[in-house]
């Protein structure tokens, strides 16, 4: 298990930009999630995927933010003109599939911190 | 609706102290919880969970909780502090789906420092 990985690691861009994420969950893990965390807070759950089906979304993603995960393997995580608001981190975490061992465990990435200027 | 609320969100200890993190839950179902760490500019990594078998967790590096339902509560022990142990701590909830995760929802943290 090579563990969740996340690209960039850091990423900085000006008011308006567009920026996306990407995020490759561990390998058979067919459940992927996108968490956003602010200076001196807990993550909070922005959507959640199974294979390749976004089953849940967080009224905290605004119609500027959206993910995807085409062939149920990496995800992608775009915002739209971006605001200074969404400077934060951007984790994701991954968990396998029910009646396996560790099912009940999100494996979290390093995340991208993302500085919007 | 689930919440998890930390007591603390700041607590200083020495080394070689006991290490008391204190959490507190709200659920209407059977929940799952879970304590996880996290270092500077880093994700967050497992310490220990409870998903109904037995009340009393040990986790890594030498941390333990116990889930009280009584008490609604789940806080996080460890009987000797080392300097590596300062970090922040998040405790989460999510419902047992039998066997599955859904969203964890996070308490807001608790930093631990560590006196030489």
């Known amino acids: 298990d090579t563990g969740v990985s996340q690209d960039p690691r850091h990423k900085i861009t000006k008011r308006g930009q567009n920026v996306t994420f990407r995020c490759d969950p561990i390998s058979e893990h067919n459940r992927l999630y996108w968490y956003r965390q602010t200076l001196g807070q807990g993550p909070e759950f922005l959507t959640y995927f199974q294979n390749e089906a976004q089953l849940e979304k967080s009224r905290l993603l605004s119609d500027r933010f959206s993910a995807e995960r085409p062939k149920g393997s990496f995800s992608t995580l775009e915002i739209q003109r971006t605001e200074q608001g969404d400077s934060a981190m951007y984790l994701c975490?991954?968990?396998?599939?029910?009646?396996?061992?560790?099912?009940?465990?999100?494996?979290f990435g390093p995340g991208t911190r993302l500085t919007v200027l | 609706a689930q919440s998890v609320t930390q007591l603390g969100s700041h607590v200083s200890v020495s080394e070689g102290a006991l290490v008391l993190l204190r959490c507190n839950y709200s659920s209407s179902v059977p929940p799952y919880l879970f304590w996880y760490v996290q270092y500077p500019n880093q994700g967050l990594q497992l310490l220990l969970k409870y998903t109904s078998a037995a009340t009393l967790v040990k986790g890594i590096n030498g941390f333990e909780a116990e889930f009280k339902k009584s008490e609604t509560s789940f806080h996080l022990t460890k009987p000797s502090a080392h300097m590596s142990d300062a970090a922040e701590y998040f405790c989460a909830v999510t419902m047992n789906y039998g066997g599955a995760t859904n969203k964890l929802i996070f308490g807001t943290g608790t930093l631990l420092a560590v006196q030489p």
């Open positions: 975490a991954s968990s396998p599939r029910p009646g396996t061992g560790s099912a009940d465990t999100q494996y």
